[in-house]
């Protein structure tokens, strides 16, 4: 299954999110919540948003490879996906309004795209390739 790889690549993510958050609840010494720190706010928002959005386009790209998309498609989906969320995560994580707005975007259109696709394949609708 083509998927794995972005599957693969998400967990790698929230693992690295996670630990930022880790090392920064630590340094700050702060057991829960973000303890008025606006570093420690950020990694965790970065986290959060990662595991919001990454459960249903994992679970949309899956769905369409089962669908028998083709694999080039499931690729440049999986790709961008990737890609916007890792953009999404440096820029809130940084701060970095731009970078947030370009990965949010990335992501929703993609999610949007890759929901078309499924409801045109749950049609009956062949795509080339």
């Keep these: 299954m083509h998927a794995t790889i972005y599957i693969a690549l998400?967990?790698?993510?929230?693992?690295?999110?996670?630990?930022?958050v880790i090392v920064l609840r630590r340094l700050h010494k702060v057991a829960l919540g973000d303890g008025g720190n606006?570093?420690?706010?950020a990694a965790i928002r970065a986290h959060a948003n990662a595991v919001e959005y990454l459960p249903i386009g994992?679970?949309?790209?899956?769905?369409?490879?089962?669908?028998?998309?083709?694999?080039?498609?499931i690729h440049l989906?999986?790709?961008?996906?990737?890609?916007?969320r890792l953009i999404?995560?440096?820029?809130?994580?940084k701060a970095i309004i731009p970078r947030r707005i370009i990965g949010m975007?990335?992501?929703i259109w993609l999610l949007?795209?890759?929901?078309v696709l499924n409801l045109l394949a749950f049609a009956g609708i062949q795509l080339p390739g």
């Design 88 to 93: 999404h995560a440096n820029g809130v994580s």
């Design 105 to 107: 975007q990335l992501t």
């Design 77 to 84: 989906l999986g790709s961008l996906f990737i890609i916007g």
């Design 38 to 41: 606006k570093d420690l706010l």
């Design 58 to 73: 994992l679970l949309l790209l899956i769905v369409f490879e089962l669908n028998q998309g083709p694999i080039w498609l």
């Design 112 to 115: 949007i795209i890759m929901a």
């Design 10 to 20: 998400a967990a790698f993510l929230i693992v690295a999110l996670a630990r930022n």
